[in-house]
């Protein structure tokens, strides 16, 4: 039985903890029903026997073990704590030992301070949220900070972006461990629709467009339904009821983007979310409008660093 440790610490993230924590128990479930042994052991620990949430809400945890007892996975949480759970020497240092003893270690959200604190990241690849990256970067200019994906495997470390990326994590490590049968199986049960690859962007296109306002929401979901219509300046402009001129002043000045590059980035969301399902690159192309095969693979080189092909290969 591999045994999981989830540490927890004053004012942590209560989805960090319990998010990977119901994932861990519901493979345990999955794995009994197709006859097979519990594989896991999960508990969540902490300096003493209970720590209080950012939620409000307390957790009774085991304290922390034995630095040497068998181990075959450290999660760390994250949470606005972190900084002050950074500045316990004693927890940092157990951090250090603990993780040296383990098969894997990871870190949900801002959990990732914690292990680069304790020196863990130093020359890697990792990621954290997206609202912490800045900070992060300046804090500990030695780790390889990538504040794109859901989450980055380096080795035997892994890192997760925010909050409900951790259960995105959590499922890549039963996947790993179990296959992609009974992982699937399990996000089916917490009715996790799509099992989101570590490529994937911590938050859609569309969403990050939204951050400049509702002005140009009804746009942004036309533009969704309609990606093989004609979306030029013009057209776009036309449908937000203003001037081209005015259209694409104002619109960069919401979005930050102009329209031809929000246009460029929805399409290549919808792409490869089609790519995943299986669609091939051709049919994917067609159906979000791209000029033409070449123009949709130069997109996704800039984006994601591969082909849609590739993609397609990796994570259909």
């Not at 383990?102 to 990621?127: I, K, N």
């Not at 972006?161 to 049968?181: H, N, P």
């Amino acid at each position: 039985m591999r045994r999981i440790e989830i540490l927890a610490f004053d004012n942590a993230q209560l989805l960090d903890v319990t998010g990977p924590l119901q994932v861990f128990t519901s493979a345990n479930e999955a794995a009994i029903q197709n006859g097979l042994p519990r594989p896991y052991e999960a508990v969540a620990i902490a300096t003493g026997t209970q720590t209080r949430t950012s939620s409000g809400l307390a957790l009774m945890t085991e304290p922390l073990g034995d630095i040497g007892g068998p181990l075959d996975t450290l999660i760390v949480a994250g949470g606005w704590g972190v900084n002050k759970a950074c500045e316990d020497v004693a927890l940092v240092e157990w951090i250090r030992h603990r993780s040296a003893h383990a098969r894997r270690t990871a870190s949900v959200c801002s959990g990732a301070f914690l292990l680069a604190q304790a020196g863990l990241l130093d020359g890697r690849r990792a990621t954290t949220h997206w609202n912490r990256c800045e900070e992060f970067s300046r804090r500990f200019p030695r780790v390889a900070l990538e504040p794109d994906p859901i989450f980055v495997e380096d080795g035997q470390i892994w890192s997760s972006a925010g909050v409900t990326a951790g259960i995105d994590l959590s499922l890549a490590l039963v996947e790993a461990d179990l296959g992609r049968k009974l992982a699937l199986s399990v996000a089916r049960e917490l009715v996790v629709f799509l099992k989101r690859p570590g490529g994937q962007a911590q938050f859609s296109s569309a969403l990050r467009l939204q951050e400049g306002g509702e002005r140009f929401d009804r746009l942004h979901g036309w533009i969704m339904d309609n990606l093989r219509a004609d979306l030029s300046l013009p057209a776009l402009a036309e449908q937000a009821n203003m001037s081209a001129r005015s259209f694409s002043r104002h619109y960069r000045q919401a979005t930050g983007h102009t329209p031809a590059r929000a246009v460029e980035e929805i399409r290549i969301e919808a792409a490869r979310r089609l790519l995943e399902d299986g669609m091939t690159v051709h049919q994917a192309r067609t159906r979000c409008g791209f000029a033409s095969e070449e123009t949709m693979r130069r997109n996704f080189m800039r984006k994601f660093g591969t082909t849609p092909q590739a993609f397609r290969d990796h994570f259909a």
